[in-house]
């Protein structure tokens, strides 16, 4: 029984010592006394702390710029030279037409040797993907559980066609790019492997894998690409990697892998099927081969940010010294300043 109080007696004690705790943090929170770091920055202190950020972030913009200038890239715009000459002057006619032949043949030339895995792009400039009404035509939810969710309302205006609904439906979906790429080295044909080219997060978690395309393109207007309709969502990668729409109007998506080297001089053949209509709204087409490194593909800005950075730091780091030592500074007691003074209890 006296055991029972005890504990009751310490779980009391303790209940207030935390509120006296908590009463005391409020107090001085309001009183603006909690404790804090005041510290003083002497000019030593100043300088060193901008030349040692200088001298870290140098060597690292080195390094960023030297793994993207180990990049071999090759970009190839392609939108105006595979339309037939007599339909320049007029080239919505030229996508229009379906009974006009689209096949294109383009030749690249390596300029450096490419180790594989060599990564193969499609570029899109001048494509506002991020367009609210765009954005937003589309379903999550059909994307996971296909006809189970019949609320597609925000899809319009490809929600359903001939009162049947769209699987996928929505603008997103309706506009997939449908451009195609083979290559050839000579009359050897390079394999593309277009399998894991799509987060597989994307795969796992947001298309359904056993929801198929219903009804998709079936309307009066094509917009893109056609889709399988005996493959699930979860393994039409093209798809996939369409879906996730990009930010700015000027982007790649993942096309394929080559897995083959290639060496110096080497002439690749790209035979191509230029079926995506990128001339209503004056935008452009490139395809891209690229190799990567340990940052990524080619991107100068990282490293160009970095040596920026560092010399800006390292610059005023001797600006600071030379105003020093020109001006040096006066040194008063401190001991005087009000968060050095001991309580008086002390």
Same mark, same amino acid.
């Given at each position: &029984?006296?055991?029972?109080?005890?504990?009751a007696?310490?779980i009391e004690?303790?209940?207030?010592?935390?509120?006296?705790?908590?009463? !005391?943090?409020?107090y001085?929170?309001?009183?603006?006394?909690?404790?804090?770091?005041?510290?003083?920055?002497s000019?030593?202190?100043?300088?060193?702390?901008?030349?040692?950020?200088g001298?870290?972030?140098?060597p690292?913009?080195?390094?960023? *710029?030297?793994?993207?200038?180990?990049?071999?890239?090759?970009?190839y715009r392609?939108?105006?030279?595979?339309? =037939?000459?007599?339909?320049?002057g !007029?080239?919505?006619?030229?996508?229009a037409?379906?009974?006009? @032949?689209? !096949?294109?043949?383009?030749?690249?030339?390596?300029?450096?040797? &490419?180790?594989?895995?060599i990564?193969?792009?499609y570029?899109?400039?001048?494509?506002?993907?991020n367009?609210?009404?765009?954005?937003?035509?589309?379903?999550?939810?059909?994307?996971l559980?296909?006809?189970?969710?019949p609320?597609i309302?925000?899809c319009t205006?490809?929600?359903v066609?001939?009162?049947?609904?769209?699987?996928?439906c929505?603008l997103?979906?309706? /506009?997939?790019?449908?451009?195609?790429?083979?290559?050839?080295?000579?009359v050897h044909?390079?394999?593309?492997?277009?399998?894991?080219?799509?987060?597989k997060s994307?795969?796992?978690?947001?298309f359904?894998?056993?929801?198929f =395309?219903?009804?998709?393109?079936?309307g /009066?207007?094509?917009?893109?690409a056609?889709?399988d309709?005996n493959?699930?969502?979860?393994?039409?990668?093209?798809?996939?990697?369409w879906?996730?729409? /990009?930010a700015? @109007?000027?982007?790649?998506k993942l096309?394929g892998?080559?897995?083959?080297?290639?060496?110096a001089?080497?002439?690749?053949?790209?035979? *191509?099927l230029?079926?995506?209509?990128?001339?209503?709204?004056?935008?452009?087409?490139?395809?891209?081969?690229?190799?990567?490194?340990?940052?990524g593909?080619h991107?100068n800005?990282?490293?160009?940010?970095?040596?920026?950075?560092?010399?800006?730091?390292?610059?005023?780091?001797?600006?600071?010294?030379?105003?020093?030592?020109?001006?040096?500074r /006066?040194y008063?007691?401190?001991?005087?300043?009000?968060?050095?003074?001991k309580?008086?209890s002390?």
């Amino acid at each position: &029984m006296e055991e029972g109080r005890s504990t009751a007696s310490a779980i009391e004690a303790d209940s207030v010592s935390l509120s006296q705790r908590r009463s !005391n943090f409020i107090y001085q929170f309001t009183q603006q006394s909690l404790p804090a770091c005041k510290p003083v920055l002497s000019p030593v202190w100043v300088v060193s702390v901008f030349f040692v950020v200088g001298v870290i972030f140098i060597p690292v913009g080195i390094g960023c *710029l030297h793994a993207s200038r180990s990049v071999v890239e090759i970009a190839y715009r392609y939108d105006v030279e595979c339309i =037939p000459a007599p339909f320049r002057g !007029n080239k919505l006619a030229y996508i229009a037409n379906d009974f006009i @032949p689209k !096949n294109c043949t383009k030749h690249l030339k390596v300029p450096r040797s &490419m180790k594989a895995p060599i990564y193969v792009y499609y570029q899109l400039d001048n494509y506002y993907q991020n367009h609210r009404r765009y954005v937003k035509s589309r379903s999550d939810r059909q994307l996971l559980h296909g006809l189970e969710y019949p609320d597609i309302g925000l899809c319009t205006p490809e929600d359903v066609i001939n009162g049947l609904p769209v699987v996928p439906c929505g603008l997103v979906a309706w /506009s997939m790019f449908n451009d195609t790429f083979s290559f050839f080295r000579g009359v050897h044909e390079l394999n593309v492997n277009r399998k894991n080219i799509a987060w597989k997060s994307d795969r796992d978690h947001k298309f359904g894998k056993h929801v198929f =395309p219903f009804n998709f393109q079936n309307g /009066s207007l094509i917009g893109g690409a056609r889709l399988d309709p005996n493959i699930p969502l979860s393994d039409q990668e093209d798809l996939i990697v369409w879906m996730r729409t /990009s930010a700015l @109007p000027s982007f790649r998506k993942l096309y394929g892998r080559i897995e083959e080297d290639l060496d110096a001089d080497d002439t690749i053949s790209v035979k *191509l099927l230029n079926n995506y209509n990128t001339y209503s709204f004056s935008g452009s087409k490139k395809i891209v081969l690229s190799t990567s490194s340990w940052l990524g593909g080619h991107n100068n800005f990282l490293g160009i940010a970095y040596l920026s950075i560092g010399s800006s730091f390292i610059f005023v780091a001797f600006l600071f010294l030379m105003l020093h030592i020109q001006n040096p500074r /006066s040194y008063v007691d401190t001991s005087n300043i009000s968060w050095n003074w001991k309580h008086i209890s002390d």
